[in-house]
């Protein structure tokens, strides 16, 4: 009997040792004031900053990136929206500018006649600080990398540092399909990778920093804690990436 229970109790330290070390973090959930505080070389803490988002854009309790980042000092100035706009269901070739209804902050968008659109110096001129928290489909012809691209050129020729907050590559990763032809690159194919890239979201950044800028940007990447690159992104999605994309199975069409 006391075999048995010691036996038991050792497996459940075993389990419980096991599930801390595999504890999953997203980039959002590693966010700290300090760590922002030694991108930007603030001391106090605050910084102006430009949020690159949608509704992709929370942690694992649904706790959205803008509020995330107000906790760590930083003073959104503007939200800036991909494709489909702030809240993933636009279809139309235009997306609009409006007001966040919970913060009041600005939102700016960054795709109109069916294209991408580059942040204006006005904007930029009024933050200290680029953030990129968007979830993707780990296909290249999904624009929201192309926006990742197109954000971190700008940033890169204004000299404003630039973070990635990591997310799991929901198809894991192995890289399937042909290359980009030189002149054929274009919003839905904006860089020379596989149509199935099978790099997470920071990764892609380190990647165009290295590869495909002529100017790196000064790129920070908040890296995940417990990411299983086999299994991909095992967990519903707690919103929907896309009007085309609802769920995680419909990324295998």
């Known amino acids: 009997m006391i075999m048995s229970i010691i036996k038991l109790s050792l497996v459940s330290l075993f389990l419980s040792i096991n599930f801390f070390l595999n504890s999953f973090y997203l980039g959002v959930e590693n966010l700290s004031a300090p760590l922002i505080n030694k991108i930007v070389l603030s001391p106090s803490g605050s910084c102006k900053t430009g949020l690159i988002t949608n509704q992709t854009g929370v942690d694992q ?10 906790s760590c000092g930083c003073d959104v100035r503007y939200i800036f929206v991909p494709e489909h706009g702030m809240c993933g269901v636009a279809a139309e070739r235009d997306v609009h500018d409006s007001v966040d209804e919970i913060t009041h902050i600005p939102i700016v968008s960054l795709y109109g006649n069916g294209t991408g659109k580059m ?8 933050i200290d600080l680029l953030v990129f928290d968007i979830q993707d489909s780990g296909m290249r012809h999904y ?33 399937q399909g042909p290359l980009v032809e030189d002149d054929l690159v274009s919003f ?7 149509v199935r890239h099978g790099m997470t979201i920071g990764e892609l950044a380190w990647y165009f920093n290295t590869y495909v800028l002529d100017n790196p940007v000064l790129l920070h990447v908040v890296t995940m804690r417990g990411y299983n690159r086999i299994s991909g992104y095992s967990s519903p999605f707690l919103h929907q990436l896309s009007p085309n994309l609802q769920s995680l199975q419909s990324l295998y069409g």
């Open 61 to 70: 309790k649904d706790r959205r990136t803008v509020e995330v980042l107000g």
């Open 119 to 126: 942040i204006s110096i006005d904007h930029l001129n009024k």
């Open 143 to 175: 624009t929201y990398i192309s926006t990742l691209l197109n954000t971190m050129k700008i940033a890169a020729e204004h000299k404003k540092p630039y973070v990635v907050l990591d997310r799991p590559n929901p198809l894991g990763g192995l890289m």
């Open 188 to 194: 839905i194919s904006i860089a020379s990778i596989p």
